[in-house]
């Protein structure tokens, strides 16, 4: 038996992938942006958090370039999202070591592999 | 109240090191050392009543220790964050000795990763926000840091190869180091890329090996034939599990676990004459040096170039030839202690540091994770 008033914080995160979004909770105690899904907030201990929907837009924090025997290296990156959260990601549709740490990208949920999961792909300079 | 100077080292050993070959279990190298660090001690099994181990091994470590060796302790720590966690046994073996709780601790470690497959062993579990991404762990953890260190301050990929230079230059002297080949800025840079800007020579060793220390009241080691070690201070931190919960990569816990060490010892950087801190990959040393106080944030990179951490330079950094060099059986902490123990002991043969007072040992566990500093001294340094 739970506590009643609410469901596992991994699947309301789950939900938002499936629906294409990316969400992460915000303390209604400190205001801040809480990344992974728990059910209090690390910072002042609060339980009081609620979901919010990210913009999906962000600045590459770290990055690393994997080689593996055989085949291209593929890149692993920490992204720093623009409502203060950050999440480990790899960026698509550039070689792995083009990846720049401070490089602007932008959300998207990769549909392919069994479990949706978020992706970036770099933002261009203009529209 | 204060620990310092209330214990000592006074019994470090190694087991076999580097490639024991097939057979030998983890058990039978913490046997090993056990047995080679109570003789260095002068005392027997039967005076060891608190225990002290973590393992990738085994899940309940102080209970397979006790029953494999035969001890019945009234004490038992199986504290375990990784690498550090020897470090961390310390100051525990401290407070418990000083509590009253146990006489005489033995902290232990054993690994068979080489002869058993040449890979780490880890009980690592994988972090579900993490994994979908295939981050190799623990590599690219650390790749991550040297990244963001490099954007932020300039650090460039021939200052970490300055690291893993040094290590070697120490390694030559230790007839016990794994590796002690001649290596290059040069060879470092184009040796085989791992999770960039690491190559496989900016990461640790892959052996077997452990160790083992014996830790008594400061009393208790007036009574024995041995030259007391003692713990002038330690201090623990730990702020994060994964790497993407690390608050700043280019800091680690280490700026507080670092002070906490230095205010129970009552010195600071300037004092140490001799530095042991655990490099899993290089920019560890880097990072450390800046997080303890040896220079400044950011200026690691030019810290360890020139050769001012090798043999003759102005800080003696890692003079077993370390992680990078000498031997790292998956958790290295244990060899950090042994090292410094003998450096202050003066049997670090032709890798002796001229009279040495105080060392610093620091450990590393984890992803940058959790960080133990403890600061050892002679008997003139208390």
């Known amino acids: 038996m739970n506590s009643g008033d609410s469901e596992p914080p991994a699947e309301v995160y789950r939900r938002y992938l499936e629906s294409g979004g990316l969400g992460f909770q915000r303390c209604a105690g400190c205001g801040a942006a809480v990344f992974y899904p728990r059910v209090l907030c690390p910072v002042c201990g609060e339980s009081g958090l609620t979901w919010e929907s990210s913009s999906g837009l962000g600045v590459v924090y770290a990055t690393t370039a994997v080689y593996r025997w055989e085949g291209d290296p593929y890149n692993v990156v920490l992204v720093d999202l623009e409502e203060g959260f950050r999440m480990m990601s790899r960026v698509e549709g550039v070689s792995a070591e083009r990846v720049e740490v401070g490089a602007s990208v932008m959300l998207r949920v990769d549909r392919e592999g069994d479990d949706p999961s978020p992706v970036f792909v770099l933002r261009g300079e203009g529209p | ?382």
């Open chain 2, 1 to 382: 109240m204060s620990l310092r100077g209330k214990v000592a080292v006074v019994g470090v050993a190694e087991a076999d090191l580097g490639e024991v070959g097939p057979g030998f279990t983890p058990l039978d190298l913490i046997g090993q050392a056990t047995l080679r660090a109570l003789e260095d001690s002068g005392l027997d099994k039967s005076d060891v009543d608190g225990l002290f181990s973590a393992s990738a091994y085994y899940h309940l470590p102080t209970l397979s220790v006790g029953e494999y060796l035969g001890i019945r302790p009234r004490y038992s720590d199986a504290t375990s964050m990784g690498g550090s966690s020897f470090v961390s046994h310390l100051l525990h073996a401290a407070a418990a000795i000083d509590a009253g709780l146990c006489e005489v601790a033995l902290i232990s470690y054993g690994s068979t990763q080489r002869s058993g497959g040449g890979r780490l062993v880890t009980g690592s579990e994988t972090d579900p926000y993490e994994a979908p991404y295939n981050p190799r762990y623990p590599v690219s953890m650390y790749a991550l840091a040297a990244s963001r260190h490099m954007h932020e301050y300039g650090t460039t990929r021939e200052q970490l190869a300055e690291v893993a230079v040094a290590a070697r230059e120490w390694a030559k002297l230790n007839p016990k180091a794994f590796m002690r080949e001649d290596l290059t800025v040069e060879d470092v840079l184009s040796s085989r890329m791992v999770s960039s800007p690491l190559s496989v020579r900016d990461c640790c060793l892959v052996t077997d090996g452990g160790g083992a220390a014996i830790v008594t009241s400061a009393e208790g080691a007036r009574d024995l034939e041995v030259t007391p070690v003692y713990l002038l201070g330690a201090g623990e931190a730990h702020w994060h599990r994964s790497i993407s919960q690390m608050p700043d990569l280019t800091v680690s816990a280490a700026v507080e676990s670092g002070p906490r060490a230095y205010a129970m010892a009552g010195v600071g950087p300037e004092d140490v004459d001799v530095a042991m801190l655990y490099d899993a990959f290089t920019i560890n040393t880097v990072l450390f040096l800046e997080d303890l106080g040896f220079c400044e944030k950011g200026e690691g990179g030019a810290f360890v170039s020139g050769g001012r951490i090798s043999p003759g330079g102005e800080l003696a950094v890692n003079t077993s030839g370390g992680g990078l060099s000498y031997n790292h059986p998956g958790m290295y902490g244990l060899l950090l202690i042994v090292e410094a123990v003998r450096q202050l002991r003066g049997e670090s043969g032709d890798r002796q540091v001229e009279n040495p007072n105080i060392a610093l040992v620091h450990g590393n566990g984890g992803v940058l994770s959790s960080q133990v500093t403890a600061l050892l001294g002679s008997e003139r340094a208390l």
